[in-house]
């Protein structure tokens, strides 16, 4: 069963940038299709941005333009660079296959406030 670590997160002022990154055991990275999510307040989780192991990236419109998801293969870790951070990326945030194979990590806080 593979296991997902998130890492990265912080506190940050708005307009700020961080980078997140998701290390992977027991699954190879440049496998498959891989995703970050975020948790609502509601306790759901919403893909906000997906790479295919072609290298097409998609994002939730709240995100695109100012995320960039990136692969790094040799390490097999997924990437998730953030810039222009708003208020509301407060959030929990987490790696995973787009249909949610693996069980969650714990996640990665990301906190924007002045």
């Known amino acids: 069963q593979a296991r997902l670590v998130e890492s990265g997160g912080g506190l940050v002022q708005p307009g700020g940038s961080l980078t997140l990154s998701c290390a992977a055991s027991?699954?190879?990275?440049?496998?498959?299709?891989m995703a970050w999510f975020r948790k609502t307040p509601e306790g759901q989780y919403t893909m906000i941005a997906q790479?295919?192991?072609?290298?097409?990236?998609t994002y939730d419109a709240s995100v695109e333009g100012r995320f960039t998801i990136s692969r790094d293969v040799r390490q097999n870790r997924i990437n998730l660079q953030m810039r222009d951070l708003r208020f509301g990326d407060t959030a929990l945030y987490y790696c995973?296959?787009?249909?949610?194979?693996?069980?969650w990590g714990q996640g990665t806080q990301v906190t924007v406030s002045w």
């Open positions: 995973n296959t787009p249909g949610r194979r693996f069980p």
């Open positions: 027991g699954w190879v990275i440049g496998a498959g299709d």
């Open positions: 790479t295919n192991s072609a290298g097409w990236n």
